[in-house]
Structure formats: structure tokens, C-alpha cells
């Protein structure tokens, strides 16, 4: 199980740092390029295709994947792989369609991405687009499976209706959190590194409750998170651009959907651990958003009023705040995996521990006069 574990993650660490560096000497041909700007914090043209290298170290193993479990899933070939893998083949096989679909809806994603890092797309249009992809997912994934894309099933039985109360959540949460990561996307290294934190955890949780598909995803993605910042961390020679920050966002998003968090076991607070992982990045969202709306802005036009500005403001070095930005992203999401154990105390007390760290970022944020 470790060989696989680690070959999985070396793999797409591997791809993504090969690919990163094969792209970048490419952007300037395919128009992926960042330019200096009043809202921007490099002053030197930079390439903007990363998230190309991450897709595909993502995308490339998953295809394998796929691909390995359709082949061998015929008896007479199971024999050539060794007993270790083997045992993995049925849970692979009942699952790879469900995989194929996540794989061809986050290209959806990635196309949106470039296509926006190429030529600046109006907001309505994105939005509309992030939509039709996250509800692409809920409604092909529960052709494929019950509930394959959708949160908090247990709605279905409750009462009529439940099942769209629950698609709209689903659809709600996957939005959310691909703009969560891609607002994080503001300084070098901040949305790969807290992505391949939160995956890390997530991935934790997974590994509790036996889930190893989920795990195997999740390996995928915390080695494509961790690959890329070979070359993103502060100072960045390339950027991810939106084709990279919302593959992160979506990606994740749909794993903690199909991670069990509550099997009725009466700790219904577990559900709550994607909030937990995830709070850092939907806090920073949220604020900048209510921010911009307060001053009649729209919420997609992009300012410096995000956390890592502000400790930037506050004397910070780029590296520091986002060195700072990891360790409350770790700090506040630590505890999480815990939940599905904890007893009804030991959960406040996560809860709490959460909700402390981000009353320390709030305070930081409004130390003295940082909105601009």
C-alpha cells in the first residue's frame, strides 16, 4: 500500500514539475503571459500557463488509472499484476466511470481557465460557465450513481424535494470553492501550497475511513500541488493562472463530496470537516467578497484587500505572508480529520480551536487602515 501511495504522488509530483518547466518555454507562443499591473505584485512579464502542467499531472495518472482498471478487470489478465494491486482492481473498476466523468468535467474547467488567462473573460459569463460544469457534474454523476456528486445525501429520505435541496448544495459548494481557490491565487505560491495542505488533510480523513480511491485522488492532487511549487514558490518563475487555481478549487471540491464523512453513526457533525479544511481559503473569499459589494464593487473585480496583501501591508515579505497563510490554513484545518471520531465536547473543541485561528486572521486583517 506505501509503494502505491508513493508512486502515486511521486508520479504526478514528477509530471508536474517536468510539465511546468516544458510549458513555461511555451507561454509566450500560446499567449499565456502576465503582465505588469496596477493590482499585481510582480513588475516583469510572466509566463501563465502552469495550470496546464497541473491538469495533465493529474489527469495523466487518472487516465492510467482508468485505463488499467477497464484492461484488467478481465480475469485471465489480473494474474499479470501482483497480488498488492490486485486486490484494488474491483474498487477501481466500480468507480472509474465516475472518475472518467470528474476527469472530462474539470477539463471543462481548465478550458474556462485558459481561455480567460488568454483574453480577460467578463464575470457573468465565467460564473454562468463555472455553474453549468459544477451542475454537469452533480447531474452526470448521478446518472452513473446515486448520489455519486452530491452532498449531504441523507436529505433524499427526510423529505420531497431533498434530492434538489441537496443537488443545489452540491452545485452551491463546487463554485464556492473553485473561486475560493481561485481568489487564493493572489501572491506566489499561496493557492498551490494551501491546496496541497487541505489535500493532505483531506487526505488524512480519507485514509481513516478506508476510503483508497479516494486517497489515490487525493495523492494525485497534493502531488500535482506540491510539483508546481517547485517553481511557484515566492519568487515565482511561473504562474498557475486561472487554468491551474480553478482545476484546484474544483478538483478538491468534488473529492470532499464523494468522501464519506457520516455513515450514521450519530456524529452528523463530521460533514463538517470540508468547512473546517477548507476555512482559511472560504473566509478570505467570503470578506473580499463582502468587501467589494460594500463599496458597490463587483465581487469578481479583483483588488488588494486579500489577507496576503494586508500582512504584506503590515511589513510582511510575499515568502512571509504566504509562509503565514500556510501555517493558519494547517493550524485551523489540523484537527479536522478528528471529527468523524470525536464525541459531541471534542468536536466544540474543533470547532473552537477553527474559529480561533480565524478571529486571530480577522484581527490581523484590521490592525490599522489596510482596505484600498
Known sequence: MLQIALGLFFSSLALCVLGTA???????????IDQPGLRKVHHAPIARSGGIAIFWAIGLPLICGIAVAGLFAHKPLENYLPASVRVYLPGLAAHRLLALWLLI???????????????????????LWQLLMAAALVGGGECIQTG??????????????????????????????????NFMDNMDGLSAGVAAICGSLFFIGAVQTHQWFICGLLLLYVGAATGFLFHNFPPAKIFMGDGGSMVLG?????????????????????????????????????????????RGRSPFLGDTNHFSHRLTRHGFTKRGAVLV???????????????????????????????????????????????Q
Request: hydrophobic share 60%; net charge positive.
Open 105 to 127: 468535467c474539470t477539463l471543462g474547467i481548465h478550458i474556462l481557465g485558459l481561455v480567460d488567462d488568454r483574453n480577460a473573460m467578463r464575470a457573468v459569463p465565467k460564473l
Open 250 to 294: 474544483f478538483f478538491l471540491a468534488a473529492l470532499t463530496i464523494r468522501t464519506t464523512f457520516y455513515a450514521g453513526h450519530g456524529r452528523w457533525y463530521a460533514v463538517l470537516m470540508p468547512l473546517v479544511v477548507a476555512a482559511v481559503p472560504l473566509y478570505d473569499f467570503v470578506v473580499v467578497c463582502l468587501l467589494r459589494l460594500h
Open 325 to 371: 497563510i500556510y501555517a493558519v490554513t494547517l493550524a485551523s484545518g489540523l484537527s479536522a480529520p478528528l471529527l468523524a471520531q470525536a464525541n459531541g465536547f471534542e468536536a466544540v473543541l474543533i470547532a473552537a480551536q477553527c474559529l480561533s485561528v480565524l478571529t486571530i486572521v480577522g484581527i490581523l486583517e484590521r490592525l490599522g487602515e489596510h482596505v
Open 22 to 32: 516544458v510549458v513555461r518555454r511555451y507561454s509566450a507562443r500560446i499567449g499565456l
Open 148 to 181: 455519486g456528486f452530491r452532498v449531504l445525501t441523507f436529505l433524499d429520505h427526510l423529505f420531497p424535494g431533498g434530492e434538489l435541496l441537496s443537488a443545489a448544495a452540491s452545485v452551491l459548494w463546487i463554485v464556492v470553492l473553485t473561486n475560493a481557490f
